[in-house]
């Protein structure tokens, strides 16, 4: 059974940026105990000789001409900006990143 | 007067082609249906004007980026979010002359199986309106059923094109890893997400199935893709149809769901179909957990750009930078993807990848094996799309695990990136039963093949009883 601390789960969160109030601490806790019990069954099967599958497809080595082309442009890409200075993405300075 | 119930993509087109309507009128005719139906069942986020045009009208699921339609993929944090290019699947059904109807409701980031994780509210289903429409693409599927739409595209991760067709007795195709361009898609597991058509038919499927697929410059991930045959009538002499025990006989599976499975079983080998057993030993049991670890670490990934500095939604309750990141993530997100991105980011984290995210790549393998094992021996493999027909709103919202056994059937062919093809095979208690046929990669011809000498043999009427 995998039991998921508060401590873990803040550091995950941390890990994530997400601020969890404690109404969803006090839920996701639980449920995600019972997930992690659910999937830690892939430790059931020994696999030390099997080669991971990261990709379905055998693709290798995909390559395009290095041509220039247009690119967006740039009041299209700031189109969306929550909030925008100049050209720029503008965000609150300060905190971690 | 135009029966947009009964109305298919190909019925349209001959329609237009003859001129026998116009191309106002036909969009007119679904703008009608979706005013009528749509403020019960719930399918659109969005609805289009007509953009003019003599083309066969669409609707596209809300994770597919389109330029100057909104696009929010069922999340508060991508409100009013309007995209400044069209994915590639949009632009190529625009090429072809298709026109948008409108955005298709979603379960959040495309992670849910009934469209009850929407941040706008869950769609209803068109046979039942008090159950759910599967999902996550439930939107797109219920649209298509209740003729507010003559087809749809879908995007499918674990299950979203196929388990919802099954739920409302329409035809989805998740097509082979690598066939459709995911430029432009709103991503959630990137070794996984596949877009696909839904349609009222597998001519229709098929015909949609071409005009999307194709290798794309701007997604790495594709291929070149055979050639795509519209299917025509004919028998199945020959074909060698694998029937998986595990996935058949699992203890989920609803008696009346393994009943009329069963019958269009008996229908194919009617066909002249040869029928045998096989086994995929490992593929149901372990595929959920390879799954809930592999998609929620991509997802967790993926879901890192939603940080409200470039685009969608920014918390107004920050002070520094840090508290933009977590107050924007904490009230964008609903509780779906914060639980995927949690289990994700915890699956990566240092001293636990490789017990899980690790260990989950290694299963895949397990199950691709096994998968490519059974395609030695048959040309398809049949089972049940979902365990259970069309369940109750409500009915799995408080339980996680619940929920996400819904997929039990569609996610082992997911991991081993084949395509897969939900053909509506009978009613179980009036609502509609789904059949999976699963080919090896790339055999989408045959499984339009088959599915259409199916659902012809079967004759299942796809518009809702309720609704006839």
Redesign the interface.
């Known amino acids: 059974m995998t039991e998921i601390s508060r401590e873990l789960l803040l550091h995950v969160a941390r890990l994530a940026r997400l601020e969890l109030r404690d109404d969803e601490l006090e839920r996701l806790e639980g449920q995600l105990s019972d997930i992690l019990a659910a999937v830690s069954k892939v430790a059931e099967l020994d696999l030390s000789d099997v080669q991971p599958t990261s990709h379905p497809l055998d693709v290798v080595n995909v390559w395009e001409a290095d041509e220039p082309r247009p690119c967006l442009p740039v009041e299209e890409a700031l189109a969306n900006a929550p909030q925008r200075e100049g050209n720029y993405f503008k965000v609150p300075p300060g905190g971690s990143p | 007067m135009i029966d947009t119930l009964r109305l298919t993509a190909e019925g349209a087109k001959e329609l237009l082609d003859a001129k026998e309507i116009s191309g106002a009128e036909l969009f007119a005719a679904y703008l009608e249906a979706i005013g009528e139906r749509d403020p019960e069942l719930h399918c659109y986020l969005h609805v289009c004007e007509d953009p003019g045009g003599e083309g066969i009208p669409i609707a596209l699921k809300d994770v597919i980026g389109t330029k100057g339609i909104p696009t929010t993929a069922g999340s508060k944090i991508l409100q009013g ?2 995209p ?2 069209d994915s590639t699947v949009a632009a190529r059904c625009k090429a072809h002359g298709l026109r948008t109807l409108g955005k298709t409701n979603t379960d959040e980031f495309a992670m849910g199986s009934s469209t009850e994780n929407s941040a706008y509210g869950p769609s209803r289903n068109p046979w039942d309106p008090s159950r759910v429409p599967g999902g996550s693409g439930g939107g797109s599927a219920a649209a298509v059923s209740a003729g507010l739409a003559p087809w749809a595209l879908g995007s499918d991760t674990g299950g979203s094109i196929k388990q919802p067709s099954a739920l409302c007795g329409n035809v989805g195709l998740r097509p082979t ?2 066939t459709v361009s995911r430029y432009g898609i709103v991503a959630f597991a990137s ?1 996984l997400d596949q877009v696909g058509p839904v349609a009222k038919n597998v001519r229709d499927c098929a015909y949609l199935y071409s005009i999307i697929a194709g290798r794309d ?1 701007c997604d ?2 594709t ?1 070149e893709v055979p050639e795509v045959v519209l299917p025509e009538d004919g028998d199945l002499k020959g074909l060698r149809v694998g029937v998986p025990r595990e996935l058949n006989e699992h203890e989920a599976i609803e008696l009346g769901v393994r009943a009329a499975v069963r019958l269009a079983i008996d229908l194919l080998a009617q066909l002249g179909a040869d029928v045998g057993e096989c086994s995929l030993p ?1 593929s149901v ?2 595929g ?3 799954y ?2 592999i998609a929620p670490a991509e997802a ?1 990934s993926n879901l ?1 750009r939603y ?8 918390s107004p309750n ?10 924007t ?2 009230e964008g ?1 609903g ?1 779906e993807p ?2 995927r ?3 994700g ?3 990566l ?1 240092a001293g636990y990848y490789d ?2 995210y ?9 199950i ?1 094996r096994e998968h490519a094992q059974a395609f030695e021996r048959f040309d398809v493999l049949v089972t049940p799309t979902s365990p259970t027909v069309a369940f109750e709103l409500g009915g799995r919202t408080s339980d ?2 619940a929920m ?1 056994a819904s997929d039990l059937l569609t996610i082992p062919s997911c ?3 084949l395509p897969g093809l939900n053909v509506p095979c009978g009613l179980s208690g009036g609502l509609p039963v789904g059949l999976q046929l699963i080919g090896p ?1 790339f055999a989408e011809n045959t499984l339009f093949h088959v599915g259409h000498a199916l659902e012809r043999a079967v004759g299942f009427d796809v518009v809702p009883e309720r609704l006839r």
């Not at chain 2, 940080?307 to 920014?314: K, L, P």
Request: glycine content about 8%; aromatic content about 16%.
């Open positions: 979010y309007v400044v290019y890893y690598g070794s410059p790495s991930t291929v490992r049991d372990f959920m957990p390879c809930y670890l967790s890192a940080d409200g500095v470039r685009f969608g939604y920014r920050a002070t520094d930078r840090l508290e933009m990141y977590t107050h993530r904490d997100f509780d914060k639980r991105i949690l289990v980011t915890y699956a984290s017990a899980y690790g260990q989950a790549q290694k299963v895949r393998t397990v691709a996680p695990l996400y991991m081993a990136g990669q």
